[in-house]
């Protein structure tokens, strides 16, 4: 669903927020209203990687189906669908760097983590998609692959 150009974009940004939680873990002094604005900037860097890198069709199906997830993980409850547990089944399917790249596994759990970072904020990444986004950049053959 992301192109191979945009592998490295997503990928820096869960890592930058799993750097920043990790930052949030050791001061103290972050709580609440920072770690909301965190959340929301989040959700904002990946609405606007969504917007600069991913073209029609691909961002229409992006949105569709992380809205269903966003979905089926508020029911977890029920379901045992947490973000986490969704996005070990479909980080693979979402998120894959060039064939034959043999470095692939070991981005395995930074793909999970993207995809976990956007199910959780899907709400706030739609409304900043809604909102603030140019039109999709025009699609190419061959981009989706």
Known sequence: ???????STFLKIARGAKDAKADAKVSSLRKGQEL???????????ATAIGEILPEPNRSTYLYLFKLLHE?????????MMPSNLAI?????????????????????????????????FSLIEQFVSNDLPPAPPSQ???FL
């Open 72 to 80: 089926v993980s508020e029911m977890s409850n029920v379901n045992k």
């Open 36 to 46: 909301n604005a965190g959340i929301e900037g989040l959700a904002r860097a990946y």
């Open 89 to 121: 089944v479909w980080a693979p399917n979402l998120l894959r760097g060039k064939k034959g790249n043999r470095s692939a596994l070991k981005n395995v759990d930074d793909e999970i983590l993207c995809v976990t970072q956007q199910i959780e904020c």
């Open 141 to 143: 053959p061959g981009t």
């Open 1 to 7: 669903l992301v192109p191979f150009s945009g592998y």
